[in-house]
């Protein structure tokens, strides 16, 4: 079983900055992509920005040049800085990651529980 852990969100001015971590841990052999999505309410959960074992990225129109995902494989710990935040930024943010397990080999994808990021004066 694998699990995602995610810490850092909070309460920010319009302006600021936060830095979201999310931790893998348990039965992992390896994990290909981690992301970072969001969701509001009455919304469908959007991907934010997303990472590869090799350090490739990807993110939304939105949040680029003002947000940076970046991983630690040792640590199997993915993070999101984010910078010149907005108000549209507030959400819950959604750590997402899939691989492979030990031993079998399978296949996981998993989620984090949400951290609130609010962006308000």
């Known amino acids: 079983q694998v699990q995602l852990v995610e810490s850092g969100g909070g309460l920010v001015q319009p302006g600021g900055s936060l830095r979201l971590s999310c931790a893998a841990s348990?039965?992992?052999?390896?994990?290909?992509?981690m992301g970072w999505y969001r969701q509001t309410p009455g919304k469908q959960r959007e991907l934010v920005a997303a990472i590869t074992s090799g350090g490739s990225t990807n993110y939304a129109d939105t949040v680029k040049g003002r947000f940076t995902i970046s991983r630690d494989n040792a640590k199997n710990t993915v993070y999101l800085q984010m910078n010149s935040l907005k108000p549209e930024d507030t959400a819950v943010y959604y750590c997402?990651?899939?691989?492979?397990?030990?031993?079998?080999?399978?296949?996981?994808?998993?989620w984090g529980q949400g951290t609130l990021v609010t962006v308000s004066s």
């Open positions: 348990g039965s992992i052999f390896s994990i290909n992509a």
């Open positions: 997402n990651a899939d691989g492979s397990v030990v031993v079998t080999r399978g296949y996981f994808e998993v």
